[in-house]
């Protein structure tokens, strides 16, 4: 995958020579995404599979600005992210965390949290941001801290809805939930990627939620991507060593 | 009050070298730090009151103006040394500590409420400096731990398109009034609980309750002000050592 960098007509980012290390002492520098390249489409789910410490969650903050990349190019829409001003590129290029966290107040506060410039909102347009995340306006006066973990990454997922992003990045948005809620927010996702044409690119260190949910795989080892394809195909038919190594549980 | 020398000092030290021997006898563990403390606070203090007789009896405004900046470097380097995870905190802590002592002695100069004499530039000087200084540690020590312990807060209200200002306002308000609890709560139990030392001092020192209350009071306003202004200058400071101008953070 790196060097060649192709730009696809559908292009909804494009990344090109992407780096980004820290200082891990003075003097002492880890790279921790390696010249990364890739061409996002638009209305695709991507899943950025690797083992933990590969660089997957650094990649996400790099794409929304959350931390500051070294050099390389991040093109969103045709336009450098470097012209577009931070606050509105986060609410086109939303991110969502491993661990929801929710603001106290209500599940309405929460919705409302991103929003202060368009006050008057319809109620109805918050019960359609429930409803796309399977709950309904009951949980609108709910505090969201006495909700279940998995109801909680709903609220959070339906408050990053309600800035209608253009691309939603998510960060192993299952892993603190358990099978049964991960299961149903995988659902809920495909079924956004395919009513709202909403491009998705999702972190996992599980091959298999990268099979569930279809559409496109980057495998990612020590900031660099190693293979990437239609996920199917990727995973049942791995070309790189390190992609099998990982799909036999050797590297964690 | 009676004349006091060196003789009633002496009389005092007995009363200290009976505390000492009653924390022996009741094996307190404390007799040598007390011990200690009777030794270093009598060397300090007395050096200090020679120091101050000295410029007092200069009478130069110049040297008024360089005691205080001495007294308010060893305030900032004190205050950094506690904000250990602030960069830069004896900086921030000696522009805060500063700004403070300008504006309100600055104030209080202006409007004539005191003249630039050493006697009331230095003792006015040393409270607002020891008082800010606290403050100063305090707020970049509270802003640092709230901070670095409420990242995911933040970043997800980074992430929602809120500014750096939004994302924390929370926690640069809590480390201001844990920067100004002090002053707050004296407020609440002054002349009930406690009398400050500065009245308790005049009226030792012979002047009427009534003076002395007023005195305390303008002292108590003064020395509110400028730890108000040297909290928001460190909170301020600190804060933006936290932040990019991109909004991102930078712990
Ligand atoms: N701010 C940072 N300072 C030092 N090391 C970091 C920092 N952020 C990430 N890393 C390191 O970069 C590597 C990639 O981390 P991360 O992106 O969290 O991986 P993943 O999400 O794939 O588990 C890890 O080795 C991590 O320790
Ligand atoms: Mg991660």
Redesign the interface.
């Known amino acids: 995958m790196d060097g060649a960098h192709v730009t696809t007509p559908d292009a909804i980012l494009d990344i090109k020579g992407l780096n980004r290390s820290v200082l891990v002492k003075p003097g002492a520098k880890r790279i921790i995404i390696d010249d990364f390249n890739f061409s996002f489409s638009e209305g695709q789910i991507y899943t950025i599979v690797g083992p933990s410490g590969s660089g997957k969650s650094s990649l996400l903050r790099l794409l929304n600005r959350l931390d500051e990349r070294d050099d390389g190019e991040i093109i969103f829409q045709g336009e450098s992210i470097d012209s577009i001003p931070v606050q509105a590129l986060r609410e086109k290029i939303a991110l969502v965390f491993q661990m929801p966290y929710v603001f106290p107040g209500t599940v309405e506060s929460n919705l409302l949290y991103s929003r202060s410039k368009k006050h008057e909102n319809e109620r109805n347009e918050l019960i359609d941001l429930l409803n796309r995340v399977g709950l309904d306006e009951m949980y609108l006066p709910r505090n969201p801290e006495n909700l279940s973990l998995g109801q909680q990454q709903r609220v959070a997922l339906a408050r990053s809805l309600s800035m209608e992003p253009e691309i939603l990045l998510l960060d192993e948005p299952t892993s603190a939930l358990d099978p049964g809620a991960s299961r149903t927010i995988e659902e809920l996702l495909t079924n956004l990627n395919q009513t709202m044409n909403l491009t998705l690119i999702i972190v996992t260190h599980n091959f298999r939620q990268a099979l569930r949910l279809g559409g496109i795989s980057l495998v990612l080892i020590d900031g660099r991507i190693i293979e990437a394809g239609p996920t199917k195909e990727l995973f049942e038919n791995p070309a790189n060593e390190q992609t099998r190594k990982f799909i036999a549980g050797e590297l964690r | 009050m009676i004349d006091i020398g060196f003789l009633e000092v002496a009389i005092a030290i007995c009363l200290m070298i009976l505390a000492i021997i009653l924390a022996r006898w009741q094996r307190t563990g404390t007799e040598k730090e007390l011990a200690i403390g009777t030794v270093r606070s009598f060397v300090q203090l007395v050096a200090v009151g020679y120091a101050l007789e000295f410029i007092f009896g200069m009478e130069n405004f110049f040297a008024i103006i360089g005691t205080m900046v001495v007294m308010m470097m060893v305030g900032a380097y004190t205050a950094g040394k506690r904000a250990v995870n602030i960069k830069n905190g004896s900086v921030i802590s000696f522009i805060a500590i500063f700004t403070g002592s300008l504006v309100t002695l600055g104030l209080m100069l202006g409007l004539g409420i005191i003249k630039a004499k050493a006697q009331y530039m230095i003792p006015l000087g040393g409270m607002i400096i020891g008082n800010s200084m606290n403050c100063s540690a305090l707020v970049m020590e509270r802003l640092y731990s709230d901070i670095s312990g409420n990242k995911?807060?933040i970043?997800?209200?980074?992430?929602?398109?809120?500014?750096w200002q939004d994302a924390s306002r929370t926690y640069f308000q809590r480390a201001i009034k844990a920067g100004m609890m002090h002053m707050l709560n004296f407020f609440k139990t002054v002349g009930l609980v406690a009398l400050p030392g500065a009245m308790t001092g005049m009226i030792l020192a012979g002047a009427s309750p009534l003076k002395a209350v007023l005195i305390q009071i303008i002292v108590g306003y003064m020395l509110t002000a400028a730890v108000t202004v040297a909290g928001i200058v460190a909170a301020q400071l600190a804060i933006r050592q936290m932040f990019?101008t991109?909004?991102?953070?930078k712990l």
């Open positions: 995911l807060a970043e997800t209200s980074l992430s929602l398109g809120k500014s990019t991109h909004h991102q953070l």
